[in-house]
């Protein structure tokens, strides 16, 4: 199983900074055949379902503010909120559909500073 | 605009079933690949099984923590999904989410159904 490993746990940053998350997997999830990332990023807000927000690794799902932005490759990835928003406070987390089990990073907590 | 929508949850003793359906609308459901994912309190997110679409003989695969002992089913005439869970243990307690893919990793997530297992 590719296990995701997601840094910080969680994270405080003052509104209108800059949000960085971390997520690496143990196995590669780039799909040579195609050259695409198997891997997304979701936000959960307390109470709701997660949500998509970034797939192929870099691309936003459709109106996903474009503040929100995918990065990386291979086994590397990163999620970055350019300047965080009150209404961005919520649990992320990164997940790959390379392969099944799909499995998901343990989640890192973004409040504001 | 796409609505999941999961029932069938409550409570119920270790060793016993539940049957969770999941309704969907909006979507060409016979195209998706159906996914369960829970959520246990306070806990992050956990895969639990999937079935493919028409096209890809509506395969089926699940998490090593269920197999034997959930099985997932769909009826593409009613546009429902369905995850029948036998023998529960406590530890299967958690919030249960349908989720589908449509190439582009899990896209729509129903609001997620709860599941006790407890005496």
């Known amino acids: 199983d590719i296990v995701m490993t997601q840094s910080p746990d969680s994270l405080a940053v003052s509104l209108g900074e800059r949000a960085t998350i971390n997520c690496k997997s143990s196995?590669?999830?780039?799909?040579?055949?195609?050259?695409?990332?198997?891997l997304a990023w979701y936000q959960q807000k307390p109470g709701q379902p997660p949500k998509l927000l970034i797939y192929?690794?870099?691309t936003r799902e459709s109106g996903v503010p474009d503040r929100f932005s995918g990065s990386g490759s291979g086994t590397d990835f990163t999620l970055t909120i350019s300047s965080l928003q009150a209404e961005d406070v919520a649990v992320y987390y990164c997940?790959?559909?390379?392969?099944?089990?799909?499995?998901f990073g343990g989640g890192t907590k973004v409040e504001i500073k | 605009e796409v609505q999941l929508v999961e029932s069938g949850g409550g409570l119920v003793q270790p060793g016993g079933s539940l049957k969770l359906s999941c309704v969907a609308s909006?979507?060409?459901?016979?195209?998706?690949?159906v996914h369960w994912v829970r959520q246990a309190s306070g806990k992050g997110l956990e895969w639990v099984g999937r079935?493919?679409?028409?096209?890809?003989?509506?395969?089926?695969a699940y998490a090593a923590s269920v197999e034997g002992r959930f099985t997932v089913s769909r009826d593409d005439s009613k546009n429902t999904a369905y995850l029948q869970m036998n023998n529960l243990k406590t530890e299967d307690t958690a919030v249960y989410y349908c989720?589908?893919?449509?190439?582009?990793?899990?896209?729509?997530w129903g609001q997620g159904t709860l599941v006790t297992v407890s005496s």
């Open positions: 989720t589908t893919n449509n190439g582009r990793g899990l896209d729509y």
């Open positions: 909006g979507l060409t459901f016979s195209g998706s690949d």
């Open positions: 079935i493919r679409n028409t096209a890809n003989n509506y395969a089926t």
């Open positions: 196995q590669s999830v780039l799909y040579t055949s195609n050259n695409k990332n198997y």
């Open positions: 192929w690794a870099s």
């Open positions: 997940q790959h559909y390379y392969n099944v089990p799909l499995t």
